[in-house]
Nanobody
């Protein structure tokens, strides 16, 4: 499975961005997609995850109510809509995939098997 993250950029606080994670290869075998981020000098942390059929999703407390995860099956793409961005959202954002039941989600980054290259989000105050 190959993952390509895109959509990062620089915005002012309160602005919005939409990240995309395009998957190719045996995507059906790795149905669970997660978004993670790593700020400078900090460890990588969980942001959001979605199940294969989109039935289940989960968010970190820090982004609940501001970020929305979704997926488009026709293009094998998972999106992360980020609204009301804050300076503390500044980080490199990564998407990742893992195997599991079709309706499962996971916030444990250690369990993810495939990772994209990351896209930088910078939010200025």
């Amino acid at each position: 499975v190959q993952l390509q993250a895109s959509g990062g950029g620089s915005v002012q606080a309160g602005g919005s961005l939409r990240l995309s994670c395009a998957a190719s290869g045996r995507t059906f075998n790795t149905p669970i997609i997660g978004w993670f981020r790593q700020a400078p000098g900090k460890e990588r942390e969980f942001v959001s995850t979605i199940s294969w059929r989109g039935v289940n999703s989960n968010y970190a407390d820090s982004v609940k109510g501001r970020f929305t995860i979704s997926r488009a099956y026709a293009s094998n793409t998972v999106y992360l809509q980020m609204n009301n961005l804050k300076p503390q959202d500044t980080a490199v954002y990564y998407c990742a995939a893992k195997r599991g039941p079709l309706d499962a989600v996971s916030s444990d980054l250690s369990l993810y098997e495939y990772w994209g290259q990351g896209t930088l989000v910078t939010v200025s105050s």
